[in-house]
């Protein structure tokens, strides 16, 4: 097995068996400590001496050894230690999956909105500081400190390892939708490196919203969200060109697209849509769909779609969703209207220096007819972005400014 196969592997079962560990030892620190200590182990031995027989298994008592010898070395509790050390370190837990439970201890009620969503990407999604420091648009030194707390709210709160319920539960289950979310449009598009993708990261999302989604098949907002990452997952093999460079939506191959995904995403929206009360994964999905059910982009029922973004920033405003209207504006009123509606963004905090702001503005400017404008913003936008491919991408199109101008 490859090294690359072997990291999915290990991101695969690492938030299984932490679940598995802090269901029978609590500690949810030491548990996670105990566990990056035997993946650490694993990513050096697997490659040496082979993939294991049982590989979760594996993990499980490693992980499980490490513990042991943490709770041996604190004199102060010298009877947990007794009682930890005489049990038989378990071999795995068959069919038993508590990644879900996982997800919802991460986003204990004691904590703030952003600590749950930090600790839940950490823990369950398996992103790092960095990525998801930028994710929420703060530095790493703030994001590393707010993980450590989250983590120590936690152990001090003392919380069982168990599925809350009633209201509890559904506020919980918010939190966790949006960490799916931000996991997802990790994967689908990388914040750094050479590749635009990390199916690893995007694939988890999905099969994590697919089992939330099996256990609340009634939740719209839980549908609208597995729609919504179904609908734009299949766009993904036409994102790219054979040697990596992106490919604009408006540019795609078409008939690259996954229709099994896009046929699944599009029933599920069917179904979201149909409840009481709108939200904005639903929302969200309607837009994505509208997007794939067209057989060109010239085809696209821009209308439709900027009518759905105005709704969409009435109920859950955020200055991407005002970006992205911009862009169907553009295409309904003509370049300048989005432009002006960008305008309003600038003041915003959280989107200065952004590069999906300063190349939505670029892409509107070029179409205004000002080459010039456009390359001085499409190369402010490549100097933004940690993402190789989103550089290379930019880059290209500052040069097919800088030619026109």
């Known amino acids: 097995m490859t090294t690359s196969a072997i990291e999915d592997l290990?991101?695969?079962?690492?938030?299984?068996?932490l679940g598995t560990l802090v269901r029978r030892n609590g500690?949810?620190?030491?548990?996670?400590?105990?566990?990056?200590?035997?993946?650490?182990?694993?990513?050096?031995?697997?490659?040496?001496?082979?993939?294991?027989?049982?590989?979760r298994g594996w993990l499980m008592?490693?992980?499980?050894?490490?513990?042991?010898?943490?709770?041996?070395?604190?004199?102060?509790?010298?009877?947990?230690?007794?009682?930890?050390?005489?049990?038989?370190?378990?071999?795995?837990?068959?069919?038993?999956?508590?990644?879900l439970v996982l997800l919802f201890l991460c986003c204990h009620p004691t904590l703030t909105a952003a600590s749950q969503t930090a600790l839940t990407l950490r823990a369950v999604g398996g992103l790092?500081?960095?990525?998801?420091?930028?994710?929420?648009?703060?530095?790493?030194?703030?994001?590393?400190?707010?993980?450590s707390r989250a983590k120590q709210r936690i152990k001090a709160a003392g919380s069982s390892f168990s599925l809350p319920e009633g209201a509890e539960r559904e506020e919980r289950l918010r939190v966790v939708l949006h960490v799916l979310y931000l996991i997802f449009n990790e994967g689908y598009t990388a914040s750094s490196g050479s590749e635009l993708h990390r199916t690893d990261l995007a694939h988890e999302a999905i099969r994590l919203a697919r089992m939330v989604h099996a256990q609340l098949p009634e939740d719209d907002e839980v549908t609208g969200l597995l729609a919504l990452m179904l609908l734009t997952d299949a766009r993904r093999e036409a994102r790219t060109t054979a040697s990596g460079d992106l490919v604009p939506l408006d540019e795609q191959d078409r008939t690259k697209w996954d229709r099994a995904l896009i046929d699944e995403g599009t029933e599920l929206v069917k179904a979201s849509l149909?409840?009481?009360?709108?939200?904005?994964?639903?929302?969200?999905?309607?837009?994505?769909?509208?997007?794939?059910?067209?057989?060109?982009?010239?085809?696209t029922d821009w209308a439709q779609v900027h009518a759905l973004y105005?709704?969409?920033?009435?109920?859950?405003?955020?200055?991407?969703?005002?970006?992205?209207?911009a862009i169907a504006l553009a295409e309904?009123?003509?370049?300048?209207?989005?432009?002006a509606l960008l305008a309003t963004l600038d003041g915003d905090e959280r989107m200065a220096g952004h590069h999906r702001l300063l190349?939505?503005?670029?892409?509107?400017?070029?179409?205004?007819?000002?080459?010039?404008?456009?390359?001085?913003?499409?190369r402010l936008a490549a100097k933004s972005t940690a993402s190789i491919a989103e550089q290379r991408y930019l880059e290209s199109r500052a040069g097919r400014g800088k030619m026109s101008s």
């Not at 500690?27 to 049982?54: K, R, S, Y």
């Not at 102060?76 to 009682?83: D, K």
């Not at 709108?278 to 929302?283: M, T, V």
């Open 10 to 17: 290990l991101r695969e079962l690492t938030p299984q068996v």
């Open 27 to 55: 500690q949810f620190e030491a548990c996670e400590d105990a566990l990056q200590e035997a993946v650490l182990a694993a990513t050096v031995q697997w490659p040496a001496e082979g993939l294991p027989d049982n590989p």
């Open 61 to 99: 008592t490693v992980a499980s050894r490490r513990l042991i010898d943490q709770v041996r070395s604190d004199h102060a509790r010298r009877e947990r230690e007794s009682a930890t050390a005489t049990e038989v370190v378990p071999e795995d837990v068959p069919d038993t999956d508590d990644t």
């Open 128 to 147: 790092t500081t960095a990525e998801i420091a930028r994710a929420f648009l703060v530095p790493e030194a703030t994001m590393a400190a707010r993980i």
């Open 274 to 299: 149909a409840g009481p009360a709108l939200g904005p994964y639903q929302l969200q999905a309607a837009i994505a769909a509208t997007h794939d059910d067209a057989a060109t982009a010239a085809a």
């Open 310 to 325: 105005l709704v969409l920033e009435r109920i859950a405003p955020n200055p991407m969703v005002t970006l992205n209207r």
């Open 332 to 339: 309904t009123e003509g370049p300048q209207a989005g432009l």
């Open 359 to 378: 190349s939505v503005r670029a892409h509107l400017l070029e179409k205004a007819g000002d080459a010039a404008g456009a390359y001085e913003h499409f």
